[in-house]
């Protein structure tokens, strides 16, 4: 019983990581169980992402399917905290206004957001609504599951290479390899959503392309990242969800 309770903790902790739903309590942290929620990421995010294609097709029920694809993107940034939104912005801030690595860092611990932050956390929104706004409402639906599941999957194995830079911070103690099983997890979830997409017609060839297309993204954004500031944190991992995210929805409609 001992290894399902840890696997129901692990997973409740990393749902409560990265969304507001309501799960779990205090009664299931221990350090050894918070190290291991970035195997779940990927699972959390296929949670999410069903959430999201599930809010979408209730609202193009009622709705033009633009103004629900604004609607669905709105609901998952108060779903989520806009946890990634912020780290975006913060680290774009950064990157532009920090000349050192001292400064970029010190710019992306400021709770303010400047121009950087604003243009970048704009031109992502607009994208990703531009992109569900164009797809059929199948393909949508499908593309906001692989979406969510792989960005959070990025977000995982970059975590897993310990090149968090912060002592205190929001990824403290979770920058240790994933090992076998958050491989297997990791893998389990990205196969679900791409089990989703098929099922909701998106063809095999455009899934791997934005995949391809997302990885690449967010890889870019994390080599620049790690030349300047040496190595990760809360706010670039964020961002590198939303480069992902967005990079996966252009793959996608890259193939209409």
């Known amino acids: 019983m001992a290894p399902l309770r840890d696997i129901a903790a692990e997973s409740a902790l990393a749902l409560q990581f990265l969304s507001r739903l309501p799960v779990g309590g205090r009664t299931i ?18 949670v999410l992402g069903l959430l999201a294609a599930a809010a979408l097709w209730l609202g193009a029920a009622v709705l033009p399917q633009p103004v629900a694809v604004v609607l669905t993107l709105g609901l998952m940034a108060l779903v989520t905290g806009g946890l990634h939104e912020d780290g975006l912005a913060d680290a774009v801030d950064g990157m ?8 970029a860092l010190e710019i992306m611990r400021d709770s303010h957001i400047g121009s950087y932050g604003v243009l970048a956390l704009v031109m992502a929104v607009l994208l990703q609504a531009a992109c569900l706004a164009h797809m059929p409402l199948a393909w949508a639906m499908g593309a906001l599951v692989l979406a969510h ?5 990025v977000m995982a194995l970059a975590l897993g290479q310990g090149r968090y830079l912060r002592p205190r911070g929001a990824g403290t103690g979770l920058d240790r390899p994933l090992g076998p099983k958050g491989l297997v997890l990791t893998l389990a979830a990205i196969s679900c959503a791409m ?17 391809v297309i997302s990885a690449g993204g967010a890889g870019l954004w994390l080599h620049l990242t790690r030349r300047k500031i040496q190595g990760d944190t ?3 991992l964020g961002a590198a969800q939303m480069i992902s995210a967005t990079a996966c929805l252009i793959g996608l409609v890259a193939w209409l």
């Open 29 to 46: 942290y221990s350090p050894e169980r918070w190290a291991r929620i970035p195997c779940w990421f990927g699972m959390v995010g296929l």
């Open 96 to 103: 532009g206004g920090g000349r050192t690595p001292e400064r």
């Open 149 to 153: 599941v792989f960005s959070r999957s």
């Open 195 to 211: 089990g989703v997409g098929f099922m909701l017609a998106l063809p095999a060839v455009a899934m791997v392309l934005a995949m």
């Open 234 to 236: 809360g706010d670039t």
